[in-house]
C-alpha cells in the first residue's frame, strides 16, 4: 500500500511494476498448454 511520505519498499515496488518474469513464464506455459489439453 502507498502511504505518502513513506519510503516504497522493494515488494511494494514489485507489486506496481507488475509480474516477476517467472510469473512471465509459467503464465506463458500454461497458456499454451490449457487449449492443447481442451482441444
Do not use: K
Amino acid at each position: 500500500m502507498l502511504v505518502e511520505g513513506q519510503p516504497l519498499g522493494d515488494a511494494d515496488l514489485q507489486e506496481l511494476i507488475g509480474h516477476t518474469p517467472t510469473e512471465v513464464f509459467f503464465g506463458a506455459v500454461i497458456g499454451l498448454f490449457i487449449p492443447v489439453f481442451f482441444r
